[in-house]
T-cell receptor, first 115, second 112 residues
């Protein structure tokens, strides 16, 4: 089975622009989460979606938004890009209904560079 | 707040040496605990997990035991290989939101 896929692999934007990142979960998984990983640090939680509803949000500004589609794929949108938004953006999928035993599986990430 | 603390890296070992990477956590409840590994230029891969106290997770020769009394989840491997060189992240989850809280990562470098 295919794992979590993300597109694009790399992206270069300038300050003030908008970006959309895409994620396709593992088949059968209904939950998608987004994380931001700045170089040299651990990933930071941005959002989780389950069955197309937002189920959790991390401490990120309103410039960050996301949605989940009926096929469980997801988009992360970031408006008014700042230099500090440069990071690896990771998508993770899970079954979503296993409570604390739910395990998240990560995609390869999208490397965003803001100039 | 809830958090994960890992030992500072980088950790440099010779091939076949014994590995320990320390991980301790602070949590308001009873979390599930995870180790993820990140190879250069790649995303995170789940290495092992434990969902309750005294559980031992194991995979590919790595193991870690969930110790509630010491709030720890140390990663061990008896004999490391060059191919184990990567960044290792300890993480916890406490809620149905799926939010994973990660440590800062520990870089492991194994030399032939």
């Amino acid at each position: 089975d295919a794992g979590v896929t993300q597109s694009p692999t790399h992206l270069i934007k300038t300050r003030g622009q908008h970006v959309t990142l895409r994620c396709s979960p593992i088949s059968g998984h209904k939950s998608v989460s987004w994380y931001q990983q700045v170089l040299g640090q651990g990933p930071q939680f941005i959002f989780q979606y389950y069955e197309k509803e937002e189920r959790g949000r991390g401490n990120f500004p309103d410039r960050f938004s996301a949605r989940q589609f009926p096929n469980y794929s997801s988009e992360l949108n970031v408006n008014a890009l700042l230099l500090g938004d440069s990071a690896l953006y990771l998508c993770a999928s899970s079954l979503g209904d296993r409570g604390l035993a739910d395990t998240q599986y990560f995609g390869p990430g999208t490397r965003l560079t803001v100039l | 707040g809830d958090s994960v603390t890992q030992m500072e890296g980088p950790v440099t070992l010779s091939e076949e040496a014994f590995l320990t990477i320390n991980c301790t956590y602070t949590a308001t409840g009873y979390p599930s605990l995870f180790w993820y590994v990140q190879y250069p230029g790649e995303g995170l891969q789940l290495l092992l997990k434990a969902t309750k106290a005294d559980d031992k997770g194991s995979n590919k020769g790595f193991e870690a035991t969930y110790r509630k009394e010491t709030t720890s989840f140390h990663l061990e491997k008896g004999s490391v290989q060059v191919s184990d060189s990567a960044v290792y992240f300890c993480a916890l989850t406490l809620s149905n939101t799926g939010k994973l809280i990660f440590g800062q990562g520990t870089t492991l470098q194994v030399k032939p």
